[in-house]
């Protein structure tokens, strides 16, 4: 079973930068894809950003020139770094790993973002 664990959420103005983390239980070598979800009060998840494990990277029109994805695997940890933050980008941001084996989630970090 794979644990991903993510950090640095929290409140913050309009404007400002974040930093998402997502520290995973073992190697994200063999992770064919890792991403980052959110979900917003009473709307449904959805992507924001993943990679692959060869590198290529998607972004939700949403936040494309604003956010970037890349990840670490000596440190089998993705980020999610989130400039120009909106309000309405406020959410709980979920870490996403892929394997033949399984779909994994972490727990969730919650980004708050006031005009």
């Known amino acids: 079973q794979v644990q991903l664990v993510e950090s640095g959420g929290g409140l913050v103005q309009s404007g400002v930068s974040l930093r998402l983390s997502c520290a995973a239980s073992?190697?994200?070598?063999?992770?064919?894809?890792m991403g980052w979800y959110r979900q917003a009060p009473g709307k449904q998840r959805e992507l924001v950003a993943d990679?692959?494990?060869?590198?290529?990277?998607k972004f939700a029109d949403s936040v494309k020139g604003r956010f970037t994805i890349s990840k670490d695997n000596a440190k089998n940890t993705v980020y999610l770094q989130m400039n120009s933050l909106k309000p309405e980008d406020t959410a709980v941001y979920y870490c996403?790993?892929?394997?033949?084996?399984?779909?994994?989630w972490g727990q969730g970090t919650q980004v708050t973002v006031s005009s």
């Open positions: 996403n790993a892929k394997d033949f084996l399984g779909d994994y």
């Open positions: 073992r190697s994200i070598f063999n992770f064919y894809g």
């Open positions: 990679i692959s494990g060869g590198g290529s990277t």
